[in-house]
């Protein structure tokens, strides 16, 4: 409900409302017939207590508990991190609730996109050259020879010449090693990009022999392989192999593809207090739009599930799902707690400035990006999706790291919401979507959609189409989203033991 633009209630079993522009102490809203008088400031995005609430009762938004009161709130104050807890601690034990109909049905449509078919199958929408580096010590080098190649080629058939910066591939031992291999090798196999470089130094412990085990089957004029110390001249060694790349790209053009193809990660990143209201549930519309017309969905930041897991769990199609979410869920917890880390220090400073007060309430947020949809399947770190619908991957919360790996996992497209903004963009197009319409009018070379409409007077359904066309758009190449036009293209891989 609003009253006068100046505020939201979310759920009628909220004991907090949501303020839609800065109020200040003294002024009225009317909620439910009934007159509340503001006792405090409360910034834009932030909540405000309808209510009376005692010490250690639950505060209530979005139907369900955000934490706890520290001390006894009165109707009409500011609710935020001074008097507000979280309710969450530790690992937790879950109960398996099977659902009515566990049939997953296979869905089809009529619709398509303008996509590029790969020889093995595999769907892309872009046609890239990209660079791989199987170690940090050539970054610079891998970055020179996607500057020479891009100004070789720019008048060519493709969309661009690309490399992707890391500092890893040597001195890393055990999972470290793994998942940096695991990464590289699934963006070598990304079918946005048309043909691939990878660029090894010679001496590292990713070495290109090695790295290829983790690649597994390619094709030679797709995949190029060059090791810096063995040739007399590694940029006209690497311009060479990238001219034989643009011409094996040529080869491709776009054609018609049913959109079932498609495959779109879900992120999110400097939420505010409208992340939950309308950036997210935009972003869980268009993922169950998708989803019922045979695509898929990929959620992860593992972290910003605690507090809201079940709401996903309750949604597995099988057990063997409900159980790799548990562990997924409580692993991640593990994670911390072995680094004596708080385990729900979260949210970040700028969340809360934005007006997310828990980890609860940052988590009953997030978790909107998978809309309805059932959760059919869980995977670890590095791997690729291999089924239709909504899928969960394991990943950190970390913006850059959970980007690249949705991308890693198979995503064309990654979905971001912000109510801070951020330039940041992966290795495939990404979407920023702002919660609010102030920033999106502010961040033009960031923004590239604004959910804000929907506490403006859009509704829902009609922005959820809008938007589907957006992505269709972004897809067939007929759109480039900012993080393309203005070169915010970036990897970064997960990091957890020892470097040498």
Not at 262 to 270: H, N, S, W
Not at 278 to 284: D, E, F
Not at 416 to 426: A, Q, Y
């Amino acid at each position: 409900m609003k009253d006068k633009d100046s505020y939201l209630l979310i759920h009628p079993d909220d004991s907090v409302c949501v303020a839609l522009r800065d109020l200040s102490a003294g002024e009225q809203i009317i909620i439910n017939g009934n007159n509340i008088n503001l006792k405090t400031d409360v910034s834009f995005g932030h909540k405000i207590a309808i209510k009376n609430i005692r010490i250690t009762e639950n505060i209530m938004k979005f139907g369900y508990p955000i934490g706890s009161a520290k001390s006894d709130i009165h109707e009409g104050e500011w609710v935020h991190t001074h008097n507000v807890q979280t309710n969450l601690a530790g690992t937790l034990e879950y109960q398996y609730n099977q659902r009515s109909n566990n049939d997953v049905k296979v869905k089809t449509s009529d619709r398509t996109f303008r996509g590029y078919i790969r020889n093995n199958g595999d769907v892309g929408i872009r046609n890239e050259i990209w660079i791989i580096n199987t170690v940090g010590c050539i970054n610079k080098t891998a970055e020179l020879l996607a500057k020479m190649g891009m100004e070789n080629h720019k008048e060519r058939e493709i969309d661009g010449v690309f490399h992707y910066p890391h500092p890893f591939g040597c001195s890393q031992l055990g999972d470290d090693l793994i998942n940096t291999q695991r990464i590289l090798a699934n963006l070598v196999n990304h079918p946005n990009a048309a043909g691939i470089l990878v660029l090894g130094l010679g001496c590292e412990n990713n070495y290109v022999e090695l790295f290829k085990q983790s690649i597994g089957e390619y094709e030679n004029k797709r995949v190029k392989f060059l090791e810096v110390q063995k040739v007399d001249d590694e940029l006209e060694e690497g311009l060479t192999l990238i001219s034989e790349l643009v011409d094996y790209a040529e080869g491709f053009k776009r054609q018609p593809v049913p959109v079932s193809k498609l495959k779109v990660g879900l992120k999110c990143g400097g939420s505010d207090g409208f992340s939950g209201i309308t950036g997210n549930p935009l972003v869980g519309a268009f993922s169950d739009l998708l989803v019922d017309q045979g695509g898929t969905t990929i959620m992860t930041e593992v972290p910003e599930m605690f507090g809201a897991e079940t709401i996903l769990m309750d949604r597995s199609t099988t057990k063997e799902v409900f159980s790799k979410t548990v562990d997924l869920v409580n692993d991640f917890k593990e994670y911390f707690i072995r680094y004596d880390q708080v385990v729900y220090e979260n949210p970040s400073p700028g969340n809360k400035a934005g007006g997310i007060t828990t980890l609860e309430e940052k988590s009953l947020g997030c978790v909107q990006k998978g809309g309805f949809s059932e959760v059919v399947d869980v995977l670890p770190y590095g791997e690729r999706v291999t089924k239709t619908g909504l899928n969960l991957v394991e990943g950190p919360g970390n913006d850059l790291v959970s980007v690249t790996a949705l991308a890693a996992s198979g995503a064309h497209i990654v979905l971001f919401t912000t109510g801070r903004g951020t330039p940041f963009g992966g290795p495939v197009p990404t979407v920023k979507i702002s919660t609010n319409t102030a920033l999106f009018e502010k961040k033009k070379n960031w923004i590239d959609y604004n959910a804000g409409q929907l506490i403006e007077g859009m509704d829902m359904d009609t922005l959820k189409h809008d938007f589907f066309e957006y992505i269709i758009n972004v897809a067939s190449g007929e759109t480039q989203t900012n993080n393309e036009q203005f070169g915010f293209k970036e990897i970064a891989i997960f990091k957890d033991g020892v470097i040498l």
